[in-house]
């Protein structure tokens, strides 16, 4: 294939022409080569200056840039982090501002590892609020290490980007991601698409089912779903046949897990019918009205590997905030 003018000159001279357009993205679409030879920091940070940091009055043609930044192979936690750091460094705060320009709760240095951690209010919001990309296919699917579950995390927690739900193929990503973040045993990740219903609808009892049968029960996984269900969902039956026999030959087996799960599946089976003490292992206790779970009901010491880590989820306590940020940048 022969190679266009533009894409033979020299760096020096590619650089100021892909700022000059107005760091149109179309370039690097239009031109692996050019892609390439583009590639660098120096225009990575120009080019996330202009399209995270400032509203530009091409909504959706920004919107679509934006979707293209956050899918780049060059887009890792590593560097957003670090382009982060280097933006809103010097002002001390996520939301753009000093303390003289009307931030008056400054967050800062930024919790990557526990981005729930930082609160921000309808009038103190983060300035990356107004981004509303799409959620890339890389932060959808396992492997569900470290960075990955930050990353999206972060993501979910200071901007408005969404899942693109018309598209089949994030569609199907996203639902199988699910799927692996239980196989994998990763609480953290499960916790975020339980959790945030803009990675897809409230979890089911085929979902309670799976977790148990195929991702081998891992209690904090199975109570923290089960326990969204409880509070998402509504009139949710909790009769299982399936669920009902893996209790019965886990306790035939001895296993403490059966016991355990067939506590939790009588707590939500126990609606409307408070004060009904059960006796399974010879410690009684009352169920919570209105079939709710109850964490120390059944719980026991099962070492390092099966312990029921019980979370309080920030995403529950500030569901009010995002509709005003949508409000506020769309002004």
């Known amino acids: 294939m022969l190679t266009s003018p533009i894409e033979c000159l020299p760096v020096e001279l590619l650089q100021p022409i892909f700022f000059a357009s107005g760091h149109n993205v179309a370039l690097l679409h239009a031109s692996s080569r050019i892609a390439a030879r583009l590639s660098s920091d120096y225009v990575y940070n120009s080019t996330c200056d202009h399209y995270l940091t400032s509203i530009l009055e091409d909504r959706a043609a920004q919107t679509a840039a934006q979707t293209f930044l956050f899918a780049s192979q060059w887009m890792t936690w590593a560097f957003f982090k670090s382009w982060i750091v280097k933006t809103y460094g010097p002002n001390g705060c996520l939301c753009g501002l000093t303390s003289d320009t009307g931030c008056f709760d400054a967050q800062w240095p930024p919790n990557f590892e526990h981005a729930t951690e930082m609160v921000f209010s309808r009038s103190h919001l983060p300035r990356l ?6 959620i890339p296919k890389k932060l959808l699917r396992g492997l569900w290490t470290a960075d990955k579950v930050q990353f999206l995390q972060f993501l979910l927690w200071i901007t408005s980007m969404t899942v693109d739900w018309s598209d089949p193929e994030a569609r199907e990503t996203a639902i199988e991601g699910r799927t692996q973040a239980i196989l994998e045993r990763s609480l953290e990740a499960v916790e975020l698409f339980n959790h945030n219903r803009r990675l897809g609808k409230v979890a089911t009892l ?3 089912r799976f977790a148990v049968i195929e991702g ?3 209690r904090s996984i199975v109570y923290d779903t089960m326990f969204t269900i409880s509070m998402w969902g509504a009139n949710v039956s909790w009769d299982c046949d399936t669920l009902d026999k893996w209790c019965e030959n886990r306790i035939k087996e ?12 009588e707590e939500l089976r126990a609606t409307n019918r408070p004060g009904k003490v059960y006796q399974g292992d ?6 919570l ?7 120390e009901a059944g719980d026991y010491n099962g070492g390092p590997d099966d312990q029921l880590i019980v979370k309080q989820h920030k995403w529950n306590q500030v569901s009010t905030l995002f509709p005003y940020i949508w409000k506020f940048f769309c002004q």
């Open 129 to 134: 609020a107004f981004i509303k990309a799409r």
């Open 206 to 208: 085929s979902m309670v």
């Open 216 to 218: 081998g029960c891992d």
């Open 254 to 265: 001895g296993s403490p897990k059966g016991q355990w799960l067939k506590t939790k599946l």
């Open 282 to 287: 010879g410690i009684g206790y009352k169920h």
């Open 289 to 295: 009205p209105g079939g709710e779970l109850n964490s």
